[in-house]
């Protein structure tokens, strides 16, 4: 079968391998590939791609450009563009240091723009000076921190961050939870509350962003009062570990997949010619082979005349 979905990646992945696995096992052709071109229809998943991609065939749906992951991918530029289009949702953050009324007693997240599970960041306590860096976060503590899977403006799976069981923890590893600091994206026992209050949320900021599908990190704040979900992160490549989250992202694909029209076969100048080469031998061989065959009828006859 003539392959149907792309999933294209510029570094190695195993959310990537593993989703075109589950799709080929869904009977859905899948293949990876790290191309900027492609000519027949597919339905290309740009998996935490930035580089541009090129030329594409007629009826090719590209999911997540390029560009927007490029925006998705650095912290700072993806708090900007949200908070310019009134997306409130967000932690207070600074691209110079806070003042000390500015602060207040808060923890400060002095970080990278392009960190990834919580690499990059530094926790400066309240009285801790800052240093120079990209972005200054207010830490807000948490009560649930969740991941919503969103895809074409819907949620389609739902994760929620736990303890690894006997896990000890240093005070800052308490506050950062990164797979690194003791930290797991479970699918049992999700805070249904927690869960239906985050995925607007999160679908908000995926389209916001201009997103086909991301996973999105959310906090539920831990405070007296209620308080709205909070905004962390959006991942454009997400690990896919969970059979649960692995399944909601190839059901989703292989409905999309279904309307990526078949490709027709592509004539090229070379094969074109390729094609009209055999056609050229094998018109010389038939009339080689009526030639030998009218040279053995006539050479018959005369031997039967000298016979």
């Known amino acids: ?5 792309i999933i294209r990646r510029t570094s190695v992945s195993d959310g990537a391998r593993a989703l075109k696995d ?9 293949k990876l590939s790290d191309k900027s071109t492609y000519t027949r229809p597919y339905l290309i998943v740009n998996w935490g791609g930035t580089s541009a991609v090129g030329g594409v065939g007629v009826g090719t749906k590209v999911l997540n450009n390029p560009e ?3 925006v998705a ?6 708090f900007t563009k949200l908070r310019e289009a009134g997306f409130t949702n967000l932690p207070d953050f600074w691209t110079i240091p806070p003042t000390d009324e500015q602060r207040g007693k808060s923890i400060i997240l002095q970080r990278t723009v392009d960190g990834q599970s919580g690499s990059g960041i530094k926790i400066k306590r309240p009285g801790e000076a800052l240093t120079a860096a990209p972005m200054y976060v207010r830490y807000v503590p948490k009560l649930q921190e969740l991941r919503i899977h969103v895809m074409n403006g819907k949620a389609i799976a739902v994760q929620q961050k736990r303890k690894v069981d006997g896990r000890e923890q240093s005070d800052d590893e308490a506050l950062i939870r990164s797979h690194h600091n003791g930290w797991i994206f479970a699918v049992n026992d999700i805070n249904h509350e927690a869960a239906e209050a985050a995925k607007p949320v999160a679908i ?7 997103m086909d599908f991301g996973a999105v990190d959310i ?4 405070s007296k009062t209620p308080k709205p979900p909070v905004f962390l992160e959006v991942n454009t490549r997400p690990g896919l570990e969970s059979p649960t989250v692995l399944g909601a992202y190839t059901n989703e694909l292989k409905s999309m997949a279904g309307e990526i029209p078949a490709a027709k076969p592509i004539t090229t100048r070379r094969t074109a010619n390729a094609v009209t080469k055999r056609r050229s031998i094998t018109t010389h061989a038939s009339n080689t082979k009526r030639n030998h065959a009218g040279l053995a009828d006539v050479q018959g006859r005369y031997a039967g005349k000298e016979r």
Do not use: D, F, Q, Y
């Open 1 to 5: 079968m003539a392959t149907k979905v």
């Open 22 to 30: 589950s799709l080929n096992t869904a009977l859905v052709p899948t």
């Open 68 to 70: 927007v992951v490029s």
């Open 73 to 78: 991918r650095n912290k700072l530029a993806t």
């Open 204 to 210: 908000e900021a995926c389209r916001i962003l201009g």
């Open 219 to 222: 906090i539920i704040p831990k």
